[in-house]
């Protein structure tokens, strides 16, 4: 078999048993790999495991395809998480012999998982608890290997823990440190050297050459004011400029966006370093002399999210995030509600102290209007006021407001492929549904969602057919895309979620955006458009697929059929 290797690797945690699992290939087929795979196991077993998933076109070591999926049920929304995670993770999983990871009960003492080509040994993790991230990965890294870890925050029981990687960066959203240090796994390690076999190799070389093409000509990606030169807070001028940047208040976005906060500011006067996925010509992570620089979440979270903050205090409270395992882009936004609640206006002073207290674990406090959440999880960066399909994808998305799971912010941003009006609601619900079902394709594929920049489903079934052999169409991708949709959707209503929970904070429809020139949203509008999207998906008024019943109560009170 090329591209997939057709076998799952199943783990019980508590008994300390481990098998392989043949896959059979129409299986792999119909939901691709990566996040389609992942998404298969969950809905297979008894219980919600925790899966790492490699996507066939890594095996090609194409550019911008060596994604891996790490899914679970999200502690923060209780529903479907599907983190897309860098490094060498899809890589060594393929060169394990392995499609998927699948990790099921607790065991009964901290321990680290190391697998490797047919072995899987459990070790006792005690050395770890209560080590920093960097001491935890300095101690587990290898040449070739892929490291996966909780941090102290995720130990300590905060739903705002998140995974790190060998490379020492985060896998954020969806508190997927908790969900793997529920399970008294405190990391794991994958390496292997088996080759990876391709269809047609000069196919693929071809390909290779035109992935390259394209993304080097995409402004977004490889540009001079890129990702590739200046990480992914290369967007923050962007947004700032468009009046995009989530803030408290319109004053605090507009003063804020108006200070040099952004990736070129972080870069002047120095020559940063990359850190980024296997094969990517664009890396998106930055260092300076080993340390890392905020990414997009930090750079805009500590800064215009809290209503003030500096590079500094970016740097210091990203880098903090980091060595307690915190997730940035949430921890920014629980500190941004606590400011607002308890009416402090010196973030300088007190985030740090804030940001310990959430790695210990501990609450803080908001008001209850306070939180620009949706399904539990921080709004991003983005504010939806300002691209209404964004806003509108935010809305109802599966795994909560992630835009990684839907491209349409890049017509109303980026304006690529086709540009279209960012404030207007037409045709917004066909588009969303469209830019999911890349996304899903993409992410099941191992291609970073910021590829669809510069790559279409055209490229990427060429690719998919060089590497697996499998003559498959750009229509075929796009089908699928749109059936593994469906399976996440169909978990996410047994897990309790309807149109209820597809919604946005009362404060978009209610206040302004940006300098105060950008008005609230429309409610009306804004659930016409939604009522399309479940048309368009072919799903009730509920928002649930025929046959699924939302049947089990969720933690955020959603109604019931």
């Known amino acids: 078999m090329t591209g997939w290797r057709g076998r799952v690797l199943h783990v019980d945690l508590q008994r300390r048993r481990w098998r392989v699992e043949s896959v059979d290939r129409a299986i792999l087929r119909a939901v691709l790999g990566g996040r389609g795979l992942a998404g298969w196991l969950l809905a297979s077993a008894p219980e919600p495991p925790l899966v790492f ?22 502690p923060l929304t209780g529903t479907v998480r599907h983190a897309p995670a860098g490094g060498r993770l899809a890589a060594a999983l393929l060169r394990a012999g392995l499609d998927a990871v699948c990790l099921t009960g607790r065991a009964d003492a901290p321990v680290t998982l190391h697998i490797g080509e047919g072995s899987v040994e459990f070790a006792d993790a005690a050395p770890l608890q209560g080590l920093e991230t ?7 890294r290898a040449p070739r290997r892929a490291v996966v870890c ?40 994958v390496d292997g050297r088996q080759p990876t076999a391709v269809h047609d190799p000069e196919s693929l070389r071809r390909m290779r050459r035109v ?51 952004g990736a070129l500011a972080y870069a002047a006067g120095i020559v ?6 296997t094969a990517c010509p664009v890396p998106c992570g930055r260092t300076v002399h ?108 599966v795994q909560g407001p992630l835009p990684d799971a839907c491209v349409v912010w890049h017509q109303e ?44 489903m055209e490229e990427l079934a060429q690719a998919l057919a060089a590497v697996t052999g499998w003559n498959v169409s750009a229509g075929d991708l796009a089908a699928a895309g749109a059936a593994l949709v469906e399976q996440d959707r169909r978990l996410h209503c047994a897990a309790g979620f309807d149109a209820a929970q597809d919604d946005l904070p009362p404060q978009c429809f209610e206040a302004p955006a940006g300098d105060g020139s950008i008005p609230p949203l429309d409610r009306r509008a804004f659930l016409e458009e939604r009522a399309k999207y479940y048309r368009i998906r072919g799903w009730s008024a509920s928002g649930c697929p025929a046959g699924a019943i939302a049947n089990r109560p969720n933690k955020q009170g959603g109604r019931h059929a």
């Not at 990480?231 to 003063?255: N, Q």
């Not at 210990?360 to 939180?371: I, M, N, T, Y």
Request: charged share 15%; glycine share 14%; net charge neutral.
């Open 134 to 140: 960097s001491h935890r990965l300095n101690a587990l």
């Open 272 to 277: 940063p370093g990359h850190v980024g996925c």
């Open 53 to 74: 998933v490699a996507g066939p076109l890594t095996a090609g070591v194409l550019p911008m395809a060596g994604r891996a999926v790490i899914a679970a049920v999200s």
């Open 413 to 456: 941003i980026l304006r690529k492929p086709v540009p279209v009006d960012r404030f207007s609601w037409s045709g917004k619900a066909r588009l969303v549904a469209r830019g999911e079902d890349a996304a899903a394709v993409a992410q099941s594929l191992g291609v970073c969602s910021l590829a669809l920049a510069a790559l279409g």
């Open 290 to 397: 080993g340390q890392p620089l905020p990414d997009l979440a930090a750079m805009a979270g500590f800064s215009v999210r809290i209503g003030g903050g500096s590079r500094a205090l970016a740097v210091r409270a990203f880098h903090r995030c980091l060595v307690l395992g915190l997730d940035a882009g949430e921890a920014a936004a629980a500190v941004a509600d606590h400011l607002d609640a308890v009416g402090l206006s010196c973030p300088e002073d007190v985030v740090p102290e804030l940001l310990e207290g959430l790695g210990r674990g501990e609450g803080l406090v908001s008001s209850p209007e306070a939180g620009m959440r949706v399904k539990g999880m921080a709004l991003p960066c983005m504010d939806p006021r300002g691209a209404w399909g964004l806003a509108l994808a935010l809305a109802v998305g």
């Open 150 to 189: 909780v941090g102290p925050a995720a130990e300590a029981g905060s739903p705002l823990g998140c995974l790190l990687q060998e490379h020492g960066r985060p896998v954020p959203g969806g508190g997927l440190g908790l969900a793997m240090a529920g399970r008294n796994l405190l990391a794991v390690t």
């Open 211 to 261: 992935f390259l093409r394209l993304i080097h000509a995409s402004p977004a990606l490889a540009g001079a004011s890129g990702i590739g030169r200046h990480g992914d807070g290369a967007f923050f001028d962007l947004f700032a400029a468009r009046h995009l940047l989530l803030s408290p208040s319109p004053c605090a976005s507009h003063a804020a966006a108006a200070e040099p906060l």
